[in-house]
Nanobody
Framework: QVQLVESGGGLVQPGGSLRLSCATSGFTFSLYTMNWYRQAPGKERELVATIAPAGGRTTYADSMKGRFTISRDNVLNTVYLHMNSLKAEDTAVYYC?????????WGQGTQVTVSS
């Protein structure tokens, strides 16, 4: 079955960096666009970044441009989110997801807390 497992979250000070990972299995990873979303307390889930199957095309939400970088390893079937210059408003649970035909699959999420 399809599985997505995020890791790498934690507590970081403002201005710090984190790298999130999402290890996947159960589908042909290299054929699908991968997504990172986040959900802050009391807010709706929002799209953070996407990456095309071959990794050559990426998109970002405006507030993340220049600070976050999405990447993927099609050998390890893993997608990454490199986050720099973190702000308190980046505090959220971060999820990776993939759209497979009629279904969207999500990981369990990883908590990122930006606080001094």
């Amino acid at each position: 079955q399809v599985q997505l497992v995020e890791s790498g979250g934690g507590l970081v000070q403002p201005g710090g960096s984190l790298r999130l990972s999402c290890a996947t299995s159960g589908f042909t990873f290299s054929l699908y666009t991968m997504n990172w979303y986040r959900q802050a307390p009391g807010k709706e889930r929002e799209l953070v970044a996407t990456i095309a199957p071959a990794g050559g095309r990426t998109t970002y939400a405006d507030s993340m441009k220049g600070r976050f970088t999405i990447s993927r390893d099609n050998v390890l079937n893993t997608v990454y989110l490199h986050m720099n210059s973190l702000k308190a408003e980046d505090t959220a649970v971060y999820y990776c997801s993939v759209n497979l035909l009629l279904n969207t699959y999500w990981g369990q999420g990883t908590q990122v807390t930006v606080s001094s």
